[in-house]
């Protein structure tokens, strides 16, 4: 296994990323650093835009979804958008408005399960809250991220003495009665909300009662790290999908090209389904595609036109072969962790693939010079799906879905491969280069 230097401090970055990102909102303030170090120039989606080709934009809405994009000096009537698309948020646990209550002298915290997390998975581990909180102004309000990086809250197993079957039958958790973090020891005489709220006022140094709101994720405290008896593997929490939102901005920022139009949106809600304002069912993208086209004089027939010569790549992370649990898989699809990005198939569209969109992403990694593999799902099991369809649709643009390996998604603690994700960031620069 030869790891080169380059793919080795690519995944670091990646692993950097993702302990600074803890709430999708963190992820997308991260990047939204990134862009504007990088002299892209932030749009506020209130205001008239003046765009001009050659320069570099981005526009977040909500927070937590954001698109970032080039304008080339070709007209986009004749080349059409390359576009990447992946998604911000990961299945978690997620604080309830009104999060604490005591019991026993204990302090504990409610929470809603967000997506489809592996929840056995929570246990046990040295937990954390980020997110956002609204603080009262004098005209209103203004938000404010916040994270706690030391271990806050707990989900401690029930010990085996009391759960005989445990290893037999499973981790069953009842997501009501079973899932409440610890936080702590009640204080007497004090509401268990008013020392919560205390508790997150101290920290931003504001008074309690100007807290108006707040939305926390959940989160491990535990660093990302290299394993593997050639440190050829990488695990973190949300490989899914913050590693495609790191290949797809990181593949932006080093693109060369400067004759092409490219596209990187990245969307929050996609573990949720998608619906929302900000979701990538939303109006976000085609509204940033409509300001481009109209601010940069296209007709309506123009932008059709771009459209229809666009080309969409969404990536999401694919299921990578598990040697204990052969059967789980499709026999001549057993996609392998450090053998390049996997281009999904799925009939029935719950991937957007086609012949032709993935002919296109094959010929991105022949140019990249890197190996790719193909990916089916088991005919007898569900098929999950990504925001491929929903945006193919929703666009009317050809579009392929594409990810790289990993074990354990929606585990707490996932896992990768390090050449994987200089592979993906290599296909998606020959993506934006051409
Ligand atoms: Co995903």
Redesign the pocket.
């Known amino acids: 296994m030869n790891i080169s230097t380059q793919a080795h401090a690519l995944a670091k970055d990646l692993l950097n990323f993702i302990d600074l990102s803890p709430s999708p909102w963190h992820a997308v303030d991260y990047i939204e650093q990134q862009l504007l170090n990088a002299g892209f120039a932030k749009l506020d989606e209130t205001q008239a835009w003046q765009l001009s080709t050659g320069n570099r934009y981005f526009v977040v809405r909500g927070g937590a979804s954001i698109i970032a994009f080039t304008l080339g000096n070709k007209p986009i009537i004749n080349t059409g958008f390359r576009m990447v698309g992946a998604?911000t948020d990961s299945p978690s646990l997620r604080l309830k408005p009104k999060a604490a209550y005591e019991t026993d002298g204990l302090l504990r915290i409610g929470v809603e399960v967000y997506g489809g997390p592996i929840l056995a998975t929570f246990t046990d581990r040295d937990l954390s809250i980020a997110g956002r909180v609204t603080v009262r102004t004098e005209t209103g309000h203004t938000i404010k991220l916040l994270k706690f990086d030391n271990a806050l809250m707990r989900l401690p197993n029930l010990a085996i003495h009391m759960n005989r079957e445990v290893n037999e039958k499973g981790l069953k958790l009842n997501k009501q009665t079973e899932l409440p973090l610890l936080f702590g020891e009640s204080e007497a005489g004090i509401e268990a909300d008013q020392q919560f709220l205390a508790y997150i006022a101290e920290a931003l140094n504001i008074a309690p009662q100007d807290i108006l709101t707040f939305e926390f994720n959940v989160f491990d405290t535990q660093k990302g790290a290299f394993w593997g008896a050639h440190q050829e593997f990488i695990t973190n929490s949300q490989l899914?999908?913050l590693a495609s939102c790191h290949a797809a901005i990181t593949a932006l920022l080093n693109s060369t090209n400067q004759e092409t139009s490219n596209i990187c949106a990245l969307f929050d809600h996609?573990e949720v389904g998608s619906e929302s304002a900000t979701g990538a069912s939303g109006s976000f993208l085609s509204d940033v595609i409509n300001r481009i086209t109209s601010n940069t004089g296209m007709s309506e027939e123009d932008r059709l036109r771009a459209l229809a010569l666009s080309f969409f790549v969404s990536a999401?992370?694919a299921h990578a072969y598990h040697p204990n649990h052969s059967g789980a898989y499709e026999p001549c699809h057993h996609v392998m962790v450090n053998q390049g990005p996997v281009i999904k198939t799925n009939a029935n569209q719950r991937y957007a693939s086609n012949a032709d969109t993935a002919a296109r992403f094959i010929s991105m990694c022949e140019r990249a010079n890197v190996p790719f593999q193909q990916y089916a799902h088991r005919t007898d099991l569900g098929c999950g799906s990504?925001i491929g369809p929903i945006l193919a649709s929703g666009l009317g643009v050809a579009s392929v879905d594409v990810g790289s390996p990993m074990w354990a998604m929606h585990s707490i603690r996932e896992s990768a491969g390090v050449l994987d994700h200089h592979y993906m960031i290599e296909a998606l620069k020959a993506l934006f280069n051409n």
Do not use: A, K, L, V
């Open positions: 998604h899914d999908n996609e999401d992370m990504t």
